[in-house]
């Protein structure tokens, strides 16, 4: 396993970043120079530590409808951690928990996740919580894109590992020797780790469905039949204390490019703020967003918040695509109560009844009315329109949430003549950040008054 290493930025790289200047929304021009320095594919999962991940990968498969479809524990002969893996459409979650290190036989290889570390997952989840540790994309070559990325200054956290079928203990008779996986990571902010992750072998991925070392789970136990329509990633979104460190370190090592930015004038509230950079690869299917707080304005920014309860950068949300959000929020408001999620508050009638001069070309009456019954926000760019809605903070700190969205427009046709959704399509909701943000700030306020009456 490679060593870990705090993301930080000297003194020559933030002197460098001084002429890094937002120019908000209205005057950012988007283009796409095509300039990763890898290959990256796609999203290919998101880990999350914990303290115990079967209890809480459950609460994850019952509230968002994905079933837990893989795990890699005691009973598979991995000694060193807890895993199991939730799935609907093309969305990945990973969920692992440390076993005691008193257990694990001296250089075993039970490990089905090479770059987990006792020490530091413990650390990790005594410091954040419930958090992503990290965010995996599929590239053409892990071992290419860690050398790549480390020359152009990213800070390495685990050196290329290959994975065999032969490394465990399944016992299917593919193992053909190009039947591996490759995976690598490097510091992506604060704790995270941006993970790559790729095959060997064309057809290994289909036959895996995962990685080495993970075996399907009992129906019994893995609610095999949920399935609320999300698909997919659209995109993870992190807080970090400065964003043009952040920006640069990140656009230094992967290539990405600037895919949207907004600045306080841009989304901010009349008490706090943020500034924001949407990072993008080449195909613009893998998207970065990452905040920054605004200072000077009557309330602490909600990032601000995020990075006090976090002790530092991390991710803030992860927006969950969806095929229907109208079926979506049915159920995962039926479970809101009964071990699922909590939703932000819903914006005033007022929204609503504007909402049919703002989107009545694209909702019928009939959906209008669906998303004040649901709380959907809706917000649209010039290419399409964006359906949104986030939840309360999934774990005990205010600080990582889900966000749901639906996307609808902007089909065009791919280099194959493919008919596809455009990346993005819609934007990220600026015109709703306000209501966003407002009801943030309500929720901060009902906790500050709590905290302020307990000590008093």
Known sequence: MGT???????????????????????????????????????????????????????????????????????????TVHASYLLRSGHLNFLFTAPYSPSITTTGSSSSSIPSFSHTVCRDFTGKHGLAVR??????????????VSVANGAKPSCTPVTISNNNNNNNNNNNNQNDVVVLSEVKLYGDVVLRYV?????????????LPGFEPVETTSSFPDLDYGIRRLDHAVGNVPELAPAVKYVKS???????????????????????????????????????????????K????TYLEHNEGAGVQHLALASEDIFRTLREMRKRSGVGGFEFMPSPPPT??????????????????????????????????TLLQIFTKPVGDRPTIFIEIIQRVGCMMKDDEGKVQQKAGCGGFGKGNFSELFKSIEEYEKTLEARATTATA
Request: glycine letters at 6%; hydrophobic letters at 35%; a negative charge.
């Open 351 to 384: 929204y609503y009844r504007n909402l049919k001069n703002r989107a009545g070309d694209v909702l019928s009456d009939e959906q209008i009315k669906e998303c004040e019954e649901l709380g959907i926000l809706v917000d649209r760019d010039d290419q399409g």
């Open 253 to 299: 090592f992967t290539g990405f490019h600037e895919f949207a930015e907004f600045t306080a004038e841009d989304v901010g509230t009349s008490e706090s703020g943020l500034n924001s950079v949407v990072l993008a690869c080449n195909s613009e299917e893998v998207l970065i967003p990452m905040n920054e707080p605004v200072y000077g304005t009557k309330r």
């Open 4 to 78: 870990e290493a705090n993301t930080t930025f000297t003194g020559e790289q933030q002197q460098s970043t001084q002429a890094f200047k937002l120019v908000g929304f209205k005057n950012f021009i988007r283009t796409n120079p095509k300039s990763d320095k890898f290959t990256v594919k796609r999203f290919h999962h998101v880990e999350f530590w914990c303290s115990d991940a079967t209890n809480t990968s459950r609460r994850f498969s019952w509230g968002l409808g994905m079933p837990i479809i893989l795990k890699s524990d005691l009973s598979t002969g991995n």
């Open 198 to 210: 790729s095959y060997k072998n064309p057809n290994l991925e289909n036959n895996l469905k995962f």
């Open 301 to 304: 920014s909600q990032i601000q």
């Open 134 to 147: 990290a965010i995996a994309v599929e590239v053409e070559d892990a071992e290419t894109a860690f050398a």
